[in-house]
């Protein structure tokens, strides 16, 4: 059998990727071929992605995943995943008529409030969507389009989400894929359409949101534009993965069959939870924020949503002496291990970490409120976020364990915080039980394990799992018994 090659492309919010996977022998060998980074930008108190720059970006990936092919040999197929919940909406002619927002915008503030101060409508609307009330969720975000700039029901037809878009700008076919769908707290959890119930709370014209679409779903060739002349790329399919790269990261994990597994994507988000075949709805779910999103196959994976390493990620900004390379970072990881375990944690529920101007700041303000000392330096901070993310992944495992009686033996962690030794220390530390990393780039894993299996070349996820596990080096941390236990 010749290698067949794959390309995931992988927007995160911070930062993308284009990856070109190559299958061969039931073997996966990846290789990064473009990274760029990502930010979002305000203009007059809004956030705003900048698409042009995502989308030519991508283009650059796919001609150095050419570029990186053997000589002869094309591209079988194309997968996009990518951040949850932000949408475009389009005319009938594939144009942008609105701006494309960033979903830490503080517009869904006043939706957000309403909803949280209406007992009855929160409750009936997370027993029709699974799906906490959380500031990021498309609804509050549409709900303000559609209250705020009326004219939009006339311009807009259709509403795709960010995903969505990138296909149908690769394929020319506008869908809309069901994971992506289920983190817009508008589809049905009993079902894979939309919520008739969440439409009308929100005020949303049904005939924006076409009939999801399962993953591995065939959108058909490259546009030409795409191709624009590359043999390598004449046959290329676009392929509809999980458009979500939290189920993509889900799909990557080698899990144990018996779901004895807890998983954590851990990224800009720390995505704590776990597969199954019925959602966790009822009051106590809905007051552990648990989100009920969805597998590509339609099954459940419900998750809670801790802050992450955004926080990491802001307090670099206020140091000038943060890391920049790779030795820097192990160089303030060590000091940070060195330090005394911190005297008390973070509440990484605050809702004042999610866009602060500065995360020093915020983070001062929240240990001052609870009469607590700011740490001394770069290391202390990071020792502090560290312990307090564990904490908070722990926290999360044990809702997920009372709620579903289940009792889970390991913590599996993929993304870019499955690198960083003391958050792997901490969540075992907090957890009591092992935390296994896996150096995987989870979403591109996933990503292209949902196109093999749409080409063909690979049965099903539980195969494609086992042929991952059988070669993957993983870091095994082990719970540490804690001072004064
Ligand atoms: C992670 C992620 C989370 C989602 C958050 C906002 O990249 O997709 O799963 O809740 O971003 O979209």
Not at 162 to 187: H, R
Not at 352 to 380: E, V
Not at 423 to 451: H, K, M, W, Y
Not at 452 to 480: E, M
Request: glycine letters at 8%; one cysteine or more; aromatic letters at 8%.
């Amino acid at each position: 059998m010749p290698s067949l090659f794959t390309a995931a492309l992988d927007f995160g919010a911070t930062s993308g990727r284009v990856i070109l996977g190559e299958w061969s022998r039931h073997r996966l060998t990846l290789t990064e071929v473009h990274r760029f980074p990502n930010a979002f930008r305000s203009l007059n108190g809004h956030d705003y992605w900048e698409i042009g720059t995502l989308w030519h970006e991508a283009l650059v990936g796919l001609r150095k995943a050419v570029a990186a092919l053997p000589k002869k040999a094309t591209l079988a197929s194309v997968g996009v995943d990518c951040w949850g919940v932000d949408f475009a909406l389009l005319n009938d002619q594939g144009r942008l008529v609105f701006p494309i927002h960033a979903y830490r915008d503080p517009r869904s503030q006043p939706g957000l409030q309403r909803l949280a101060n209406t007992r009855a409508a929160l409750a009936r609307i997370y027993a029709a969507t699974g799906i906490p009330n959380v500031f990021y969720n498309s609804s509050l975000h549409l709900e303000e389009t559609v209250a705020n700039c009326p004219a939009i029901t006339d311009l807009a037809t259709r509403c795709l989400f960010l995903p969505d878009y990138f296909n149908y700008l690769l394929s020319g076919k506008m869908e809309v894929e069901l994971t992506i769908a289920s983190t817009s707290q508008l589809l049905d959890v009993h079902s894979t359409g939309w919520s008739a119930e969440a439409l009308k709370y929100f005020r949303l014209p049904p005939s924006w949101f076409s009939a999801p679409i399962l993953s591995g779903t065939k959108l058909g060739k490259l546009r030409p534009e795409v191709v624009a002349g590359s043999a390598a790329l004449a046959k290329t399919q676009v392929i509809a993965v999980p458009g979500h790269d939290t189920a993509c990261a889900y799909d990557a994990m080698p899990a144990a069959p018996d779901g004895t597994d807890l998983y954590l994507s851990s990224g800009t988000w720390s995505l704590v939870g776990c597969e199954s075949d019925t959602p966790v709805l009822g009051a106590e779910a809905q007051e552990a924020r648990i989100s009920n999103e969805r597998i590509g196959d339609g099954r459940y994976r419900p998750l809670t949503n801790v802050i992450g390493l955004w926080l990491l990620e802001g307090i670099m900004k206020d140091f000038a002496t943060r890391p920049t390379n790779d030795r820097q970072w192990a160089a303030l990881i060590k000091a940070a291990e060195k330090l005394p375990a911190p005297a008390a944690l973070l509440d990484v529920k605050d809702p004042g970490f999610a866009n602060p101007p500065s995360m020093k700041a915020a983070i001062d303000a929240h240990l001052k409120r609870r009469k607590l000392r700011a740490p001394a330096d770069l290391a202390a901070y990071t020792r502090l976020i560290c312990a307090s993310l564990g904490q908070g992944h722990a926290d999360a495992m044990r809702n997920f364990e009372r709620m579903m009686n289940r009792r889970f033996k390991r913590i599996l962690i993929v993304g870019g915080g499955s690198k960083n030794r003391l958050l792997c220390q901490a969540t075992a530390d907090a957890a009591g039980i092992p935390v296994i990393s896996f150096a995987l780039e989870g979403t591109a894993v996933g990503n292209i394990a949902r196109q093999l299996i749409g080409l063909g070349a690979v049965k099903d996820l539980a195969a494609f799992r086992r042929h991952l596990g059988a070669d993957l080096q993983q870091t095994v941390y082990s719970p540490r018994p804690r001072p004064g236990a």
